[in-house]
C-alpha cells in the first residue's frame, strides 16, 4: 500500500561557527541524529560563496569534524588557551541573506513562539531575528550609506506576524496541501535518500525492507514548490536556492495565525484562522491602491478557516475541512492624493482602461488559483451628493460586464454590489441580516473542502440547504471551486465584517460535514460564534494595523448595534492613530517595505532609495522595460486554466504542476523526515504539561463558557450577554481588562435602549428559531438561576449543585422528567448502602416509595460504579501477564518483529 506524507525538514536547529576564513553553518534535526553542514566563505569583500557538501552527518561524526576544524585553526599547533573555531549565534531558521551596498548579511530566527498546530504540524511565528555580516574585517569595504540602509531594513519589524513551519505549506490552501498528497506519483521528479550514495557496512542485509524498483507500494514524502505571491523571503533565498539542500530553504508568510479549540462535550476540534498577505504591490494604506500592470492589487490577503477534528492527528484518517475567500483592492488603476491633508483625500483613475486589461490579469490569476465561480462582493457606496466611491464602484462594474461577455455563461464572473454604509446608517435595516443572505448564496456556490465523503446520516437527514451546496464533488472528498472576493475602498472594517459573515456560514457547514452539529447553521450569542468572532475581530486588528496603521474602527459589534458606550472613544482614537499614520509614518514604512521585499535593490551610482521623489516605476514594470505583448482584448483567459474549469489549474495533475513537486521514497514509515507522530511528540526529549500547547489556547470552555453551575457545555447554546465566561472575569486587573477588551468586546453587556435591536440581529428568521428551539441543539438540562446587580460569582469547583438556588421556574416538571430525576436518586442511594441490612431496608423504602416499570440500567446490577468486567482475549492476557513478569525481573525472550524493530532503531539513530 502507498502512503504519501509531506516532508518535514531535517534542519530545525542552526549553530554558526566562526573562523577568520569561513563561517560554518551546522544544521540538525529536533533529535539532533541528522546535522548537515554549509561552509560561507568570509574573504569575498562583496559576492556570496556558500558551499552544500549534501552529507547527512550522524552526531558523533559532527562533533569529529568541529574538533578538527577547531584544531586545524588555532594559530599555534597544541595551543590550548585560543580556540580556533569560535560559536557565534544558535538560531532555529534562516530568513534569507541580504546584501546593500557592502558584503552580505545573514538573518537568522533566533526566537520563535508555536501559535497552530494543524494534523501534527506546527506553525510557528517569529519573535526574534539577528543580522550577521559575513566578510571579515579585514577585507571589509565599507560604505557611508550602509548603515542608514541597515536602519531601513531592520524597520520591517520580523517579529510582528511572520509565520513558518518546517512540515506544512503555509502559502498554500490546505485544499491544495492535501490534494498533493494524493496524487499519483508516476511523473513526480523522484529522488531516493537512503544512505545518499555512501559506502556503508550495513549489519542487516538479510532483514532489510525489501523495495523493488518501478513498484507503487512503499512510503513516499513529497515537497512542492511554495506559491511566491505570499513568500515574504523569496528574494532573500533567491541568491542560494540553487546552491544548497532545499531543507536548508525556510519559507515565510505575512499576515495572521489563530487558532482556538472548540470544546463539544469533550471532544475538541480546532479552529484555525489564516491570512496570507501578497507580496505582490505590497504596501502602505493610501501609498499602494488598485493595481500594478501585471495584475496584482493592493492590501491582497487570502484567508483560510480550518476546521479539524483534534482527537485523530493524521492527515489520511482524521476529519479536516477549509474555506478560502480572499479581500483586495479593487483592481483598477486608481490612487488618492495624500498631498491635501484630508481625512479623505479624492479618488481618481489614473489611467484609461477601456479593454479591462488589469482586471483581466487579476482574475485571471484567481481563476487559476481558485478555479470558478469568481464572486465578487462589492462594498463601496453607490450614491452620494459628491462623487467618491462612485467611482470605483462604476468602473469596476463596467470592467466585470466588459470580461464576462466573452466568457462561458457558465464561468461567468459573479459581481454583487451592495452599499453597506447605507444600509447601517438605516435604523430599520439589519446588515446582518442582509450579509447572512449573501453569505448563504456564496457558500451555496462555491462549497467547501471536506477530505472525505458525506455522512451516510446525511442522506437520511435531509436537508435543503446542505443539498444545494456547490463546488466539486468526488468519491472521496468535497472540493471547493471559486472563491469569494470582498473588497471595499481600503478592505478593512467592512471587509472583515462582510468575510465574518461569511465565514460565520461556512463554519456552520463545515461542522456539519465532520458530524459535529446536526444542521448547518449556527446562531449569534453561542460560544462557538463568540470564539470565531474573537478570532476574526484578531484578524483584522492585526491586518487593519499592517496596512491602515491602527486596528479596526468598526468592528462586528458595532453593525450588531450591541457595542458598549465606551467604544465610541475607542473608535475616534483609532481613526486618529490611522490618520497619524497615514500623514507621517506610511512613507517610511513604504520605503522599509520595497527594501525588504527586493523591489528597490541599492547599486552605486544610482540614487538611493530616500531620494526617490516616487516608487510609481519600481512597482510598474512597463515604465521602465518593454513587456511581453499583451493578450487578446476577447480571449483575456489562460487557455489551459479555462480548459479545466470549474478546478482551479494550480490542482490538476498536469505536467506542468507535476514539474513543481518531487517524490522522495522511503524504505520505512518512522523515517524522520515523514514520521509525523514522532515530530508531534517527540518522544525522545522531556516535556511538560505547563508547556503543552493544546493547554495554552484559547478554549471554548475555559474561556467561553459560564462558570456557573447547572449550565448547559454545548458551545452551540445561545447564552445572554451576562451568562459568558469572560463576562463573569469582573476581577480583572486593568491591565488584563485591556488586554481583553483588545481580543473581543463580547464581555460587555448591550446598553438597555439597543436590546431590543440585539434581538433581531439573529441571523435566522423567526420560523428557523421556532423550528430550533432558543435553547440549545442538544437535550441536556439547564437550571437557570436569575442574579442580581451585587451578587458575586465565583469559581469553585467543590461547590455542591444542592447550593445553587432556582428561583426562577417557568412550570412544574412533567412527568417524564420526574422518572427520570427518581430514577437518578435511586440509583445514587442503592450506591451508597453498603452492607446488606441497610441496602434491605433501602430497597423496601424505594419500593414503597415508587415502582420503577421498566430496567434504569442493561447492567445486572443497578450501579453506576459497578459493572462486569468485559471478555479477555488470550493475545491481551498474554500482553498483561509479560508486563507483570517484566516487573518482576522475568525478562521474557524477543520475538523477531521486536529484533528487526530494535535494529532499525539502533541503524537509524547511530549508524
Known sequence: MRTVQPIISCVQKLVL???????????????????????IDRTEPKDLVVIDDRHVYSQQEIQELLSRLDMGNRTKMGQKGLSGLSKIVS???????????????????????KVADIGGHSIYKIEDTTNVYIPNDSVRITHPDEAKYVKIFQSVDLSSNFYFSYSYDLTHSHQFNLTVLKMPS?????????????????????????????????????????????????????????????????YIIHGFCGQSKMLIYGRPVYVTLIARRSCKFAGTRFLKRGANCEGDVANEVETEQIIHDASVMSFSAGSYSSYVQVRGSVPLYWSQDISTMMPKPPITLDQADPFAHVAALHFDQMLQRFGSPIIILNLVKKREKRKHERILSEALFSAVTYLNQFLPPEYGIHYIAWDMAKYTKSKLCNVLDRLNLIAEDVVKKTGFFVNHPDFYSN???????WNELGGFFHNKCRLQTGVLRTNCVDCLDRTNTAQFMVGKCALACQLYALGVIDKPRLQFDTDAVRLFEELYEDHGDTLSLQYGGSQLVHRVKTY??????????????????????????????????NLFLGVFQPLEGKSHLWELPTDYYLHHKNTVALLSPKRSYTHWWTPDVLMNLPLPYDEVPCTENLKKMTVIKKTDKSDEEIDVYTEFYRPYELSSFDDAFCLRMTNS???????????????????????????????????????????????????????????????????????????????????????????????????????????NISGLPSEDDLLIYKRFVNLGQSQRKVDAHSQQSSTKHLDSMMTISEPASSFLRDSIYEVHLAGLDAKSAQIFTSHIQTGKGIIQPLCREDLVLYREYIKSRYM
Open 91 to 113: 538560531a532555529f531558521g534562516i530568513v534569507g541573506f541580504v546584501r546593500f551596498l557592502e558584503g552580505y548579511y545573514i538573518v537568522f530566527i533566533t526566537k520563535r513562539r
Open 186 to 250: 508516476e511523473g513526480l521528479n523522484s529522488e531516493t535518500f537512503g544512505h545518499g550514495g555512501q559506502d556503508s557496512f550495513d549489519i542487516f542485509e538479510d532483514e532489510g525492507a525489501a523495495t523493488q524498483a518501478g513498484s507503487t507500494a512503499g512510503h513516499y514524502g513529497i515537497r512542492n514548490e511554495p506559491y511566491f505571491k505570499y513568500t515574504w523571503n523569496g528574494y532573500m533565498l533567491e541568491k542560494v536556492k540553487a546552491a544548497v539542500h532545499h531543507n536548508w530553504l525556510l
Open 560 to 593: 450588531r448595534k450591541i457595542a458598549p458606550w465606551t467604544q465610541h472613544s475607542k473608535d475616534i482614537m483609532q481613526t486618529l492613530s490611522r490618520y497619524y499614520s497615514n500623514a507621517f509614518s506610511d512613507a517610511d514604512r513604504q520605503d522599509a517595505i
Open 459 to 465: 442522506s437520511l437527514r435531509p436537508n435543503d440547504r
Open 701 to 807: 470552555a475555559k474561556d467561553f463558557m459560564p462558570k456557573n453551575v447547572g449550565i448547559d457545555p454545548s458551545p452551540f447554546t445561545i447564552r445572554k450577554p451576562e451568562e459568558t465566561g469572560k463576562s463573569m472575569l469582573s476581577n480583572k486587573t486593568s491591565k488584563e481588562e485591556t488586554v481583553l477588551q483588545r481580543k473581543t468586546v463580547a464581555s460587555a453587556p448591550p446598553p438597555p435602549s439597543e436590546e431590543a435591536v440585539s434581538s433581531s440581529s439573529e441571523d435566522d428568521s423567526g420560523t428557523d428559531k421556532e423550528e430550533d428551539g432558543a435553547v440549545s441543539q442538544r437535550s441536556t438540562p439547564v437550571k437557570v438561576t436569575e442574579f442580581g446587580e451585587n451578587t458575586k460569582i465565583t469559581e469553585d469547583s467543590s461547590q455542591s449543585p444542592r447550593e445553587v438556588r432556582i428561583t
Open 17 to 39: 561557527y566562526e573562523t577568520r576564513a569561513r563561517y560554518f553553518l551546522v544544521g540538525s534535526n529536533h533529535a539532533e541524529t541528522k546535522h548537515r553542514v554549509l561552509k
